[in-house]
């Protein structure tokens, strides 16, 4: 009889910590789908969103209200049936913005640019053309630095790392000539796009 009493008790005891375990189990899983609905939208994670692709400008070949900081703001749509800022999204409503790099062009070309250097940079109508217009005077004194400077300056052209004074990066086709700086660091190859 004891025996039965044990097993008795034991099976009430079994039953009860399986009812508190629910418990816990369904108020977290009531926490845990508060907090999706609380969190907000352009904290989601890659796939669970997607974003537009920035347009493109015609005539400069580049992205369309691109900043001077190199950025283009794009739409980013959450994917269908995910909750964010406490709407149930369907895929294809808006759900928040996000900030995309590009290249920020004014209207300075790169192949104009090259030619007044390499025909006209002994007296610094290149750095005239790119908005240098005190060191535009000192290399058209000099006859380029003594053309050792207007070699230099040609080569710095060329390979793009001698820019425009506001900042820009050169007009170029959009399939065009752009050099994108490389460097390895620990066995690595790695693209220096936007740090020039």
């Given at each position: 009889?004891?025996?039965?009493?044990?097993?008795?008790?034991?099976?009430?005891?079994?039953?009860?910590?399986?009812?508190?375990?629910?418990?816990?189990?369904?108020?977290?899983k009531a926490a845990c789908v508060d907090s999706w609905k609380k969190r907000n939208?352009?904290?989601?994670?890659?796939?669970?969103?997607?974003?537009?692709?920035?347009?493109?400008?015609?005539?400069?070949?580049?992205?369309l209200n691109c900043t001077k900081d190199g950025l283009v703001l794009v739409e980013?749509?959450?994917?269908?049936?995910?909750?964010?800022?406490?709407?149930?999204?369907?895929?294809?409503?808006?759900?928040?913005?996000?900030?995309?790099?590009?290249?920020?062009?004014?209207?300075?070309?790169?192949?104009?640019?090259?030619?007044?250097?390499?025909?006209?940079?002994?007296?610094?109508?290149?750095?005239?053309?790119?908005?240098?217009?005190?060191?535009?005077?000192?290399?058209?004194?000099?006859?380029?630095?003594?053309?050792?400077?207007?070699?230099?300056?040609?080569?710095?052209?060329?390979?793009?790392?001698?820019?425009?004074?506001?900042?820009?990066?050169?007009?170029?086709?959009?399939?065009?000539?752009?050099?994108?700086?490389?460097?390895?660091?620990?066995?690595?190859?790695?693209?220096?796009?936007?740090l020039i």
């Amino acid at each position: 009889m004891s025996k039965n009493i044990q097993l008795k008790n034991l099976k009430m005891l079994i039953s009860a910590l399986s009812h508190v375990f629910l418990t816990i189990l369904l108020v977290q899983k009531a926490a845990c789908v508060d907090s999706w609905k609380k969190r907000n939208c352009s904290e989601l994670r890659i796939g669970q969103f997607n974003c537009s692709t920035p347009k493109i400008d015609p005539q400069k070949q580049n992205e369309l209200n691109c900043t001077k900081d190199g950025l283009v703001l794009v739409e980013c749509y959450p994917a269908k049936n995910v909750i964010c800022d406490n709407k149930i999204f369907d895929g294809n409503t808006v759900g928040f913005y996000r900030n995309l790099k590009c290249r920020y062009v004014t209207n300075y070309n790169y192949q104009t640019t090259v030619l007044l250097s390499i025909f006209f940079g002994i007296f610094g109508v290149d750095r005239f053309y790119l908005g240098y217009y005190s060191i535009g005077v000192i290399k058209a004194c000099t006859f380029g630095f003594m053309l050792i400077g207007y070699l230099i300056e040609m080569l710095m052209i060329i390979t793009q790392h001698l820019g425009p004074a506001d900042g820009s990066k050169f007009l170029v086709d959009h399939y065009g000539q752009i050099l994108y700086t490389q460097g390895v660091y620990n066995n690595k190859t790695l693209n220096f796009t936007f740090l020039i």
